[in-house]
């Protein structure tokens, strides 16, 4: 059954079923006060009866008796014993009281008519304590509790009209959304193209949410997809230049480097240099795979010691000065440091590669620990820094090619930068130098230390 049916279906049950309580506990009350009324009434005119007779020494009580007998009613004397006389009844009554009634006065039902009636004692006219009955029809009274059942049933029918309408309205309006939503992804599913939905107005109700969540979702992987695209290009077109390389080296030693070693050595060069740039290129591409399923190892360490480390071991590896430059004595923080010296030799490198002077590391506490990785090289063009992180982004892809990059060594610094929660700034002046900063806020992973140190 489709949504807007079940809305239909449940919300006109649900008012059917208030409408007839409603109207039942209408009937039931008012009936009931109905009845108490006549019963009162006719039960203060026996005791006005009873009054009469007793201040009335008429020697035939039977005319006292007729001048109170109500309209459709009854006035009977029962005698504890000897011969009972006669009741005096109304012509359109021919039924017959039951002999014992309960109470002093209520309704009684005889043959399908409902009566009231009310008791009071007498002295009766040979000195014998009687009792006094005085029973009315409540026929009328009935007919109109019949009239006031059937006025509730009929309004209870009418006012189901405009519920079934308006539960159809809401149907409408509660499920369009979602039919649009679904008519969208099933467009999506066959034609393979992002769709958003049309939302508006300004409205904020769940409807309107769920239209704009769908639509950010669509946005954010419409973009993921087209970043995947471009990726997968960028690497293709990467692994495909080299092995072009390679297959034309290949085919000039074929037909003739055999015969000539000075193509042969110039041919086997060339293929070993294309090897390595793609050996590199495939290593960095799982580097980024690898970081974004690597668990955090996060100890407490002095930053101090790190830096030492990294730049004494590439002022060893490399004919450039490194040279780490601080005030501090030491300055603890809490890192993964296998992680934290992977970003260290990406950004100590790529300043390496674009400058030829020293490379200065300062690191400094204020507040946040900082650490600046500093070279006076060639810079990067001001709108080209926000771009730097992207992966495959080459502000010179000549430049970079003479130097060996892909365009993936500031992308996996990124990467790897989120991963141990510190902030990396990078500001270049071009022709100037670049600055790439990474700080340490003062509460910078706190949840995920805990967690570790928990076992979560």
């Given amino acids: 059954m489709k949504l807007k049916n079940k809305i239909y279906i449940s919300s006109a049950l649900l008012m059917l079923v208030i409408l007839l309580v409603l109207a039942i506990v209408i009937y039931f009350s008012f009936s009931q006060l109905t009845y108490s009324t006549e019963v009162d009434q006719l039960q203060a005119e026996t005791n006005a009866l009873v009054a009469e007779l007793n201040e009335t020494e008429a020697a035939d009580p039977g005319i006292v008796l007729r001048a109170?007998?109500?309209?459709?009613?009854?006035?009977?004397?029962?005698?504890?014993?000897?011969?009972?006389?006669?009741?005096?009844q109304s012509p359109?009554?021919?039924?017959?009281?039951?002999?014992?009634?309960?109470?002093?006065?209520?309704?009684?039902?005889?043959?399908?008519?409902?009566?009231?009636?009310?008791?009071?004692?007498?002295?009766?006219?040979?000195?014998?304590?009687?009792e006094l009955t005085v029973a009315q029809s409540l026929r009328e009274t009935t007919?109109?509790?019949?009239?006031?059942?059937?006025?509730?049933?009929?309004?209870?029918?009418?006012?189901?009209?405009?519920?079934?309408?308006?539960?159809?309205?809401?149907?409408?309006?509660?499920?369009?959304?979602?039919?649009?939503?679904?008519?969208?992804?099933?467009?999506?599913?066959?034609?393979?193209?992002?769709?958003?939905?049309?939302?508006?107005?300004?409205?904020?109700?769940?409807?309107?949410?769920?239209?704009?969540?769908?639509?950010?979702?669509?946005?954010?992987?419409?973009?993921?997809?087209?970043?995947?695209?471009?990726?997968?290009?960028?690497a293709s077109h990467e692994l495909k230049t080299p092995l072009t390389v390679i297959?034309?080296?290949?085919?000039?030693?074929?037909r003739q480097g055999m015969q000539d070693k000075k193509i042969a050595e110039e041919s086997v060069s060339a293929i070993r240099a294309e090897t390595d740039r793609m050996k590199a290129l495939i290593e960095q591409l799982l580097h980024i795979a690898r970081r974004s399923e690597s668990q955090m190892e996060w100890e407490k360490v002095d930053v101090l010691e790190l830096l030492e480390q990294t730049v004494t071991a590439l002022n060893a590896s490399y004919d450039r000065e490194f040279k780490l430059i601080t005030t501090e004595q030491s300055l603890p923080v809490v890192t993964d440091i296998a992680k934290f010296k992977q970003l260290l030799y990406i950004l100590l490198d790529n300043a390496r590669k674009y400058?030829?002077?020293?490379?200065?590391?300062?690191?400094?506490?204020?507040?946040?620990?900082?650490?600046?990785?500093?070279d006076t090289g060639i810079g990067i063009p001001k709108e080209a820094v926000p771009l730097v992180f992207e992966r495959f982004y080459r502000v010179d892809k000549a430049r970079n090619r003479e130097t060996g990059g892909f365009g993936l060594g500031l992308a996996l610094a990124k990467q790897l930068s989120d991963s141990l929660k510190v902030e990396i700034e990078l500001e270049s002046i071009e022709l100037l130098g670049t600055t790439v900063s990474i700080i340490f806020s003062e509460n910078f992973n706190v949840d995920d230390v805990h967690s570790n140190q928990e076992g979560l």
């Fill in 68 to 88: 109170y007998l109500p309209v459709n009613g009854l006035v009977k004397v029962t005698l504890p014993e000897g011969n009972q006389p006669s009741p005096i």
């Fill in 247 to 254: 297959g034309s080296y290949a085919k000039l030693l074929q």
């Fill in 92 to 130: 359109s009554v021919t039924v017959e009281l039951p002999a014992e009634l309960d109470g002093q006065s209520g309704t009684v039902e005889v043959e399908g008519e409902r009566f009231a009636y009310g008791k009071a004692p007498i002295i009766w006219t040979d000195g014998q304590v009687a």
């Fill in 355 to 374: 400058s030829s002077d020293k490379v200065e590391v300062v690191a400094r506490k204020n507040g946040d620990t900082v650490i600046q990785i500093r």
């Fill in 143 to 234: 007919n109109n509790l019949n009239t006031l059942r059937l006025v509730l049933v009929v309004g209870t029918l009418l006012a189901m009209i405009p519920v079934i309408i308006s539960s159809i309205v809401l149907g409408k309006i509660v499920t369009l959304p979602i039919t649009n939503l679904t008519k969208t992804m099933m467009r999506i599913q066959r034609n393979g193209q992002f769709e958003k939905l049309p939302v508006e107005g300004k409205s904020q109700d769940e409807l309107a949410q769920m239209g704009n969540t769908f639509n950010e979702m669509m946005g954010l992987l419409e973009e993921n997809y087209s970043k995947q695209e471009e990726f997968v290009s960028n």
